[in-house]
C-alpha cells in the first residue's frame, strides 16, 4: 500500500515539477533583477496578479504564482481569489503541452487540451512576463515551425507546374471589352475599362507594393489617448463621483481621442486620414474589446509565423504598461465573466469547441449609413438632433444624453478634419513639387468642405467616407464595418463632375482621375488589420478588417442598379486584386444585364476568385418573410463580414453574434450530452445510440442538443449586449444608423429601425450527409447497428474499412443531385431557423441564420473525431455549406442541389465555395463565358450565394513553396478573402484539398 | 435490345458548344489501333476495376463462384473463369468493381439529363451521343434524340461514320441538330489497317451529308484524332486538305493525341499493345499541332483543337 502511494506522488510530482522548473528559473530572475522587476510596475501602480495551474480532476496538481508589489512567489495551492488559472484536461495533456510545438499548442487549445480559466487579459500578462525569459526560445520555436513548414511545402510542390506565376499575367493580357447596354452607365463607352491597367497609375501601384511589402504595425494610440483621458477624468464614475452615462461617457473619450489623434497625411495620397499612425497599415489594438488578447505576445509578435506585426518599444512599453493594465478588468470578456458570475455560456465560449460569439469583439459586422454625411453633412445630422429635441419637449433622460453624446461625437470628428486639414496646408506650404502642392491645396479645399457639409463631387465624397470610415472605426472596434453600396453612394457626385466637363478629352481625364481616387479609397481601406493573438490568426489566418463592399444588384424600386461607378469599382478590383475591401457583387436575374455579370466574372477570373456573387432574389426573398421590414430597404442590403446581408444605414444585424458548430450538438447526441471533444458532459441526456429505435428518435435527440447549445447561445448573446450598452453605446454609428435619433436610443439598445443578430452555422453538409447515412445503413437498409456505426466513428473507422468504403460509395450526399439529400438539407436548415427566427435578440429583432465558416471549418475540423458521414478525424469540414467533394464530379450537381435549400431558412446568407480550373486549350473569352454560364444558371434557380478560386492546384502548391511569386493570390476562404501565402498551412492544405472543376 | 450506356457526363465543354452532358454508348463497329475509350470498344458488357478505390478487403476474391478474380494479380480478371456474372460487383463495398455498361431505357436518360436543363438554356448547350458508336443504336438513338428535341435541349451526335446513310437520313437526322463526323484518314487501305475497315463508305457517308448541310438546318463537323506517325503524317494530312478543298469544308477540327486512354485496358483486365516508347504514349506536342493547323489554314480551312 505504502510503496504505491509513494510511486503515485511520485508520478504527480512529476507533472508538477515540469511547471516549477519553468516557474522557478523564471521567478529567480525577476526577483534578482530588477530591471526585470521595473516591467512589473505600470503607469498606475504595481501590476498585480495570481495565477494557477492544475489538471481537472486532480486535487493534487494544483500551484499558484503569486504576482505582487514588484515580487513573484510560487504557493502550492491555488488561492481562492486568484485571478486567471491554467487547466488542462489531463496529466498527458500538460506533458505533452511542454513539448508541443507551436501547432500543436494552438490545436491544444482548439481541443480544449488545455485552457485558461478567469481573467484572460491578465494571464496574458503573466504570458508576457515569461516572454521577458523564454521569448527568445519562443521565436525560435516559431522560426523552426516555419522552416519545417517551409520544407514540407517543397515536397509537395515537387512536381508541381510552375506556369501559374505566369496565370495572372495572361489573364490581365486578355482583358475583354465591354458593351454599353446597361441603362444606368451614362459616361462609359467601354465599361470594362480594357485599356486600363495598373501601370497607368503610378500613385496607386506604389500604395499596392507598399501593401505588399510593409508589415503592419501595432500601434497604440487610441489606446494611449482613451487611457489617459479615462484615468484623469474617471471610468466608472467621474471624478466627482457622479455616475457616467455610458453615451456621454464614450462620446467625451471620443471627443479627445480625435481632438489628440495625430492628423496624418500618407506622402503622395490624394484622401487625407488614418485609422492608425501608420499610414500603410496599423493594427487600431483597441484596448477593450480584443487589444488586451495580445499581451502575451507583445515581445514575440514580430518574429510569429502567421500574420506577423511590427511593434516598437515604446509601444510596447505603452501597452504593457499603461493601457492593458487598465482594461485588464475593464474589458468586455471579463465583464462578462464578473457581471454574471462566469454563466455556463462563457464556459462553453471559452472552451471554443462549439460557440463563438462575436459579441465578445463587437456588435459588427454591420454597415452604417455613410451616404448621409454625403448628403446631409454633420451639420445636416446635428440639425436633425436639434429639431428632434425641439419636437420632443418630453424627451427622457436616455434621449437626451444619447443625442447629446452624438453631437460631442460628431464634433470629435470636426476636430479631427480640422487638424486634417491645417496639416495639409502646412505640408502644401513646404512642398516643392508643383503638381503635388496642387494637390494638397486641393485636398485641402476639400478638407473644408466635407464632412462637415454635403459633398459635391466624388473627391468630397470618397473623403468623407474615409473619415466617416476612420470614425466609426475609431469609436468601437475598427472590425468589419462594410462601404456598402459603393457604386449607388457615388454615382451621383461622378455624374455631377462629369456633367461639369464639356470635352471629350476633358472626359477620359476625369475618368482616369476617378478611378485613381477610388483607388486611392481603396488602399486608404486596406490600411488596417486587426491585431490578434496567434491562436485567432491560426483560425482566421490572413484575415483583414474585412470593409465589405458590393456594387450592382437592383435599386429600392428593383430597377436595374449597374451604372458608372459599378464598373469604375470594378476595374479597382481587377488591378488591385486586394483582400481589403472584401468585394462582392449583387445579381438580380432578369433585371441586371449578363454583360455586368460576365464583367463580375471575370473579374474573378483575374484575380484568382473575387468579388463573391450574390443572387439579389433569393436574399430579398428570405428578408420580406418578416413582418414590417419594407421591400424598399430590402432591395438595398448590402453583404457585410463574409457574406451576411444587411440593410446599409437602417438596420443593426450584429451578424456574427453567434457562430457554431453544428457538429457539436450532432456529436452530443451520438454521445449521450456528452461533448466527445472536450470530455464534457455538457448537453441533456438523450439516450445512448443503441436505445433509438427509429431514425426520428435520433434526430429529436440531435434537436434536443441543439437546442441546448442555443439557449446558452441566446443567453450569453443577450448578456453581452447588455455589456455593450455599457461599454460600446456607439453614438457616431448610431446616429447613422435610422431610427436612432427619432427613438432617442442608441443602436446597442434597439434604437436602429431593423434590428436583427445573425448566426452561423459550420459544418452542415457533414451533418446532413452523416444523417444521410445513419437513416439508410441503420435503419433502413440495417446493414450494420447503430452501435457498429458509431463504434466505427469512435475509432476512426480502423477496423472498418469496408463500413467506410460502403458510406462513401452507396449513400448519396448533399450535393449528389438526391432529392433524399437536399430534403433532409432542408430539413436541417429548417430546424435552425425554427429555433432562431423565434428567438428575441434582446433588441426587438430574430436571429438570422446563415451557413458561412471563416476558417472554422478546418479549425474545428481539425480537432475533431471522424463524422458517420465518412470524414476522417482532423479532417476540415467543407467551407461554409459547400458539398463534400466526394458528393459527386459533376460540379451541376453540386451547384443544383445548393440552389434547391430553402432560402428562407437562409437570411444570413450562405458561403458556397467553388474551386474552378480552366483548361489551357480554351480561349479568356470562352473561360469567363462558361463561368458567366454557370453563375446566371445558379441564380436563376434561385441560388443564393457562390464564390470562387480559380486557381489550379499546381499553381497552389507552387504558391506554398514559392510564395513570393504569388504575393496577392487571394482566395476566398468562407467568406472572408486573403492571401493564400499568409494563411495557416492547415487552411492551405483544405484550399488545396477542395474539389477542383475543370472548366 | 436495349444498348449499353457506360456514363452520362455532365458539364463536358469538349464534345460540342455550351455546357453539354454526354451519353456514351457501348461498341464501335470499328477497330481502331488506338482507342480513346477501349470500354466502349466491344459491344459486350465488361467488368472494370478502379484500382484507386479498391480498399484490398478481398470481398470480390471470396465472392467469386469461379475463382476467376483477383485484385492482388495482372490482369485482375482470368477472362476464360469468369461468365460476368457480377457477383463480384455487388460484393464490392468500394464500388471499384464495376460494369462497363448498364442498360438504360430512355425515359431513365431522359430523366438523368433533365434535371441540367437550365444550364443548357444558359450557355447553349445540349445532349452529346458518343461512344462508341451511338449510331449502332439508330432506332433507340433517334427516339432519345427526338425526345430531347421535344424538350427543347440541343441534340449533336459524335460518330465513326460508319453507318447505314439511308436509315440515318431518316431515322435519325431529323432529330439532330449537330454532327461531329470523325474522319481518321483519307487513305483507305491506312484505313483498313488501323481502324479495321475500308473508309469507302464513311467517306461516301460524309459526302452525302455534307450536301445535305447546306440546305437543312443540321450543322457538320468533321473532326480527325491525330495521332502520331498515322494520321500526322505529311501525306495523311494533305490527303486530308485536298479531299475538304474538294468537299468546300471551311471548317474542321483536329484531336491531339491523349495517352490517358491507355491506363484503360489495366481497368478492363487487358493489356494494351502499344510498345513502351511509341509517342502515342505522350500528349501530343502543341508546336507540331500548331503546324498541322498551318498546313489547312494556307488553304483556307479553319482548324479548332477540340
Given amino acids: 500500500m505504502k510503496t504505491k502511494k509513494k510511486i503515485l506522488s511520485k508520478g504527480e510530482s512529476a507533472e508538477k515539477k515540469i511547471l516549477l522548473e519553468n516557474i522557478t528559473s523564471m521567478i529567480e530572475t525577476f526577483n534578482t533583477t530588477p530591471s526585470l522587476q521595473e516591467e512589473l510596475k505600470g503607469t498606475q501602480g504595481w501590476i498585480n496578479a495570481t495565477i494557477g495551474f492544475k489538471i481537472d480532476n486532480d486535487k493534487n496538481m494544483r500551484m499558484a504564482v503569486v504576482i505582487k508589489d514588484g515580487k513573484i512567489t510560487v504557493r502550492k495551492s491555488i488561492p481562492k481569489n486568484a485571478d486567471a488559472t491554467l487547466v488542462f484536461a489531463t496529466k498527458k495533456d500538460l506533458t505533452d503541452y511542454k513539448t508541443a510545438s507551436k501547432d500543436k499548442v494552438c490545436r491544444m487549445i482548439l481541443a480544449s487540451r488545455v485552457r485558461v480559466d478567469g481573467n484572460l487579459a491578465l494571464y496574458g500578462y503573466f504570458d508576457y512576463l515569461s516572454s521577458l525569459i523564454f521569448g527568445e526560445d519562443d521565436i525560435k520555436a516559431s522560426k523552426v515551425q516555419a522552416k519545417e513548414h517551409h520544407k514540407e511545402n517543397l515536397a509537395l510542390a515537387k512536381n508541381a507546374k510552375k506556369s501559374g506565376r505566369q496565370t495572372k499575367k495572361k489573364r490581365i493580357a486578355g482583358r475583354l471589352k465591354g458593351e454599353k447596354v446597361d441603362p444606368g452607365v451614362h459616361w462609359l463607352d467601354e465599361p470594362y475599362l480594357s485599356k486600363y491597367d495598373l501601370d497607368d497609375f503610378p500613385r496607386v501601384k506604389q500604395f499596392k507594393h507598399d501593401h505588399h511589402t510593409t508589415l503592419p504595425e501595432v500601434t497604440a494610440e487610441q489606446g494611449k489617448l482613451l487611457t489617459d483621458f479615462y484615468i484623469k477624468n474617471g471610468y466608472e464614475t467621474k471624478k466627482d463621483g457622479t455616475p457616467w452615462d455610458p453615451n456621454l461617457r464614450t462620446a467625451e473619450g471620443f471627443y479627445y481621442l480625435m481632438a489628440n489623434k495625430e492628423p496624418v497625411v500618407r506622402q503622395d495620397d490624394l484622401l487625407a486620414g488614418t485609422i492608425t499612425p501608420n499610414p500603410i497599415c496599423g493594427s487600431v489594438t483597441q484596448p477593450y474589446t480584443i487589444g488586451w488578447s495580445i499581451w502575451g505576445e507583445l515581445r514575440t509578435i514580430h518574429e510569429r509565423e502567421l500574420d506577423p506585426y511590427d511593434i516598437s518599444s515604446e509601444t510596447i512599453e505603452t501597452l504593457h504598461k499603461h493601457v492593458f493594465p487598465f482594461w485588464k478588468d475593464r474589458n468586455i470578456h471579463q465583464l462578462w465573466k464578473v457581471q454574471f458570475n462566469n454563466p455556463l455560456p462563457a464556459k462553453i465560449n471559452d472552451r471554443m469547441f462549439c460557440l463563438n460569439l462575436w459579441g465578445l469583439v463587437s456588435l459588427n459586422p454591420g454597415s452604417p449609413g455613410f451616404e448621409k454625411v454625403l448628403k446631409k453633412g454633420l451639420t445636416g445630422i446635428k440639425k436633425e438632433i436639434n429639431e428632434e429635441l425641439k419636437k420632443d419637449a418630453k424627451a427622457n433622460k436616455e434621449k437626451k444624453n444619447t443625442l447629446e453624446a452624438i453631437k460631442i461625437s460628431l464634433d470629435g470628428v470636426s476636430v479631427y478634419t480640422k487638424n486634417l486639414a491645417t496639416q495639409v496646408k502646412k505640408e502644401a506650404g513646404k512642398e516643392k513639387n508643383p503638381k503635388r502642392k496642387k494637390e494638397l491645396e486641393d485636398m485641402h479645399t476639400v478638407l473644408l468642405r466635407v464632412p462637415e457639409n454635403p459633398a459635391r463631387t466624388l473627391h468630397e465624397a470618397l473623403q468623407a467616407l474615409w473619415i466617416m470610415y476612420i470614425a466609426v472605426g475609431l469609436e468601437g472596434m475598427d472590425d468589419d464595418v462594410a462601404l456598402g453600396r459603393l457604386d449607388q453612394i457615388l454615382q451621383p457626385y461622378f455624374e455631377a463632375d462629369m456633367k461639369k466637363i464639356s470635352t471629350k478629352k476633358d472626359h477620359e481625364a476625369y475618368l482616369s482621375h476617378a478611378l485613381e481616387l477610388v483607388g486611392c479609397l481603396f488602399m486608404r481601406i486596406t490600411s488596417h488589420r486587426v491585431g490578434a493573438p496567434t491562436i485567432a490568426s491560426w483560425q482566421n489566418s490572413g484575415a483583414p478588417a474585412v470593409a465589405s463592399t458590393v456594387v450592382g444588384g437592383v435599386t429600392p424600386k428593383g430597377k436595374d442598379g449597374v451604372n458608372d461607378m459599378t464598373y469604375i469599382v470594378l476595374k479597382i478590383v481587377e488591378m488591385l486584386s486586394l483582400n481589403d475591401p472584401d468585394m462582392d457583387a449583387r445579381f438580380m436575374p432578369g433585371v441586371n444585364s449578363r454583360t455586368f455579370l460576365k464583367r463580375v466574372c471575370e473579374v474573378n477570373y483575374i484575380t484568382w476568385g473575387t468579388p463573391a456573387i450574390h443572387n439579389d432574389d433569393a436574399v430579398i426573398k428570405a428578408w420580406s418573410q418578416f413582418k414590417g421590414w419594407a421591400i424598399e430597404d430590402i432591395r438595398d442590403w448590402v453583404p457585410v463580414g463574409c457574406v451576411e446581408p444587411v440593410i446599409a444605414g437602417k438596420h443593426l444585424a450584429a451578424t456574427g453574434d453567434i457562430d457554431s458548430n453544428l457538429m457539436a450538438p450532432f456529436g452530443m447526441a451520438l454521445n449521450n450530452g456528452r461533448h466527445p471533444v472536450a470530455m464534457w458532459d455538457l448537453g441533456p441526456k438523450t439516450g445512448r445510440v443503441e436505445d433509438f429505435k427509429t431514425f426520428d428518435a435520433f434526430y429529436n435527440a440531435f434537436k434536443k442538443q441543439f437546442t441546448f447549445i442555443y439557449s446558452q447561445a441566446f443567453i450569453g448573446s443577450k448578456q453581452l449586449l447588455t455589456i455593450h450598452q455599457q461599454l460600446m453605446p456607439s453614438p457616431i454609428y448610431s446616429a447613422l444608423l435610422d431610427g436612432c435619433i427619432k427613438k432617442g436610443r442608441g443602436m446597442t439598445r434597439g434604437g436602429a429601425k431593423y434590428n436583427s443578430s445573425g448566426a452561423s452555422l459550420i459544418a452542415l453538409s457533414d451533418v446532413v450527409d452523416s444523417l444521410l447515412v445513419i437513416k439508410r445503413l441503420v435503419f433502413e437498409e440495417k446493414k450494420y447497428t447503430f452501435k457498429e456505426l458509431k463504434e466505427a466513428v469512435d475509432t476512426n473507422f480502423e477496423g472498418h474499412k469496408k463500413m467506410h468504403a460502403l458510406i462513401n460509395s452507396s449513400v448519396p450526399k448533399f450535393g449528389s443531385g438526391s432529392k433524399e439529400a437536399t430534403d433532409m438539407a432542408n430539413k436541417v436548415t429548417h430546424m435552425v431557423s425554427d429555433l432562431l427566427h423565434n428567438e428575441d435578440n434582446g433588441r426587438g429583432g430574430h436571429y438570422s441564420t446563415g451557413y458561412r465558416t471563416n476558417n472554422n471549418h478546418t479549425v474545428y475540423g481539425r480537432v475533431s473525431g471522424a463524422s458517420p458521414s465518412g470524414r476522417l478525424a482532423g479532417k476540415p469540414f467543407t467551407p461554409g455549406l459547400t458539398p463534400s467533394p466526394l458528393a459527386s464530379k459533376n460540379i451541376l450537381d453540386n451547384i443544383g442541389d445548393v440552389a434547391k435549400l430553402d432560402p428562407l431558412t437562409l437570411d444570413n446568407n450562405i458561403a458556397f465555395n467553388v474551386r474552378l480550373v480552366f483548361s489551357d486549350k480554351n480561349t479568356h473569352r470562352q473561360n469567363v463565358d462558361h463561368v458567366t454560364d454557370i453563375v446566371q444558371t445558379y441564380c436563376e434557380q434561385g441560388g443564393m450565394q457562390m464564390q470562387f478560386i480559380m486557381a489550379d492546384s499546381d499553381t497552389l502548391k507552387d504558391a506554398m513553396a514559392h510564395p513570393e511569386y504569388y504575393s496577392d493570390l487571394i482566395v476566398r476562404v468562407s467568406g472572408y478573402t486573403g492571401y493564400y501565402v499568409q494563411m495557416q498551412r492547415d487552411l492551405q492544405l483544405e484550399i488545396l484539398g477542395r474539389c477542383e472543376y475543370e472548366v | ?306
Fill in chain 2, 1 to 306: 435490345m436495349k444498348p449499353l450506356i457506360i456514363d452520362i457526363k455532365g458539364n463536358s465543354l469538349d464534345d460540342g458548344p455550351g455546357i453539354r452532358s454526354v451519353v456514351f454508348f457501348k461498341g464501335c463497329p470499328l477497330d481502331c489501333f488506338w482507342y480513346h475509350n477501349p470500354e466502349s470498344k466491344s459491344v459486350q458488357n465488361e467488368l472494370w476495376w478502379e484500382k484507386s478505390k479498391c480498399i484490398g478487403c478481398k470481398s470480390c476474391e471470396k465472392a467469386c463462384p469461379h475463382g476467376a478474380i483477383s485484385p492482388d494479380a495482372s490482369p485482375f480478371v482470368t477472362k476464360d473463369l469468369c461468365d460476368l456474372c457480377y457477383t463480384c460487383v455487388e460484393e464490392c463495398p468500394a464500388k471499384a468493381l464495376d460494369h462497363v455498361g448498364k442498360e438504360m431505357d430512355i425515359e431513365t436518360i431522359v430523366k438523368k439529363v433533365l434535371r441540367y436543363k437550365p444550364f443548357f438554356d444558359t450557355s447553349g448547350g445540349g445532349v452529346t451521343a458518343s461512344g462508341g458508336e451511338p449510331t449502332m443504336h439508330m432506332k433507340f438513338v433517334s427516339q432519345l434524340f427526338k425526345r430531347f428535341n421535344d424538350e427543347g435541349i440541343h441534340t449533336l451526335l459524335e460518330t465513326c461514320g460508319l453507318f447505314d446513310i439511308a436509315s440515318f437520313e431518316t431515322m435519325l437526322l431529323p432529330h439532330t441538330d449537330s454532327i461531329y463526323f470523325d474522319l481518321k484518314c483519307i487513305d483507305s487501305e491506312k484505313h483498313k489497317k488501323y481502324c479495321g475497315a475500308y473508309n469507302k463508305g464513311i467517306l461516301n457517308n460524309f459526302i452525302t451529308l455534307k450536301k445535305k448541310s447546306q440546305s437543312e438546318e443540321f450543322s457538320l463537323l468533321p473532326r480527325t484524332p491525330i495521332i502520331p506517325g498515322i494520321t500526322d503524317t505529311e501525306d495523311a494530312l494533305l490527303a486530308l486538305a485536298d479531299f475538304y478543298e474538294k468537299h468546300s469544308v471551311h471548317k474542321a477540327a483536329i484531336l491531339l493525341n491523349n495517352p490517358i486512354w491507355i491506363e484503360k485496358f489495366e481497368k478492363l483486365g487487358k493489356e494494351s499493345t502499344i510498345g513502351a516508347k511509341n509517342p502515342i504514349r505522350k500528349f501530343y506536342d502543341k508546336e507540331k499541332a500548331e503546324e498541322i493547323k498551318h498546313v489547312f489554314s494556307k488553304r483556307g480551312i479553319k482548324i479548332i483543337i477540340g
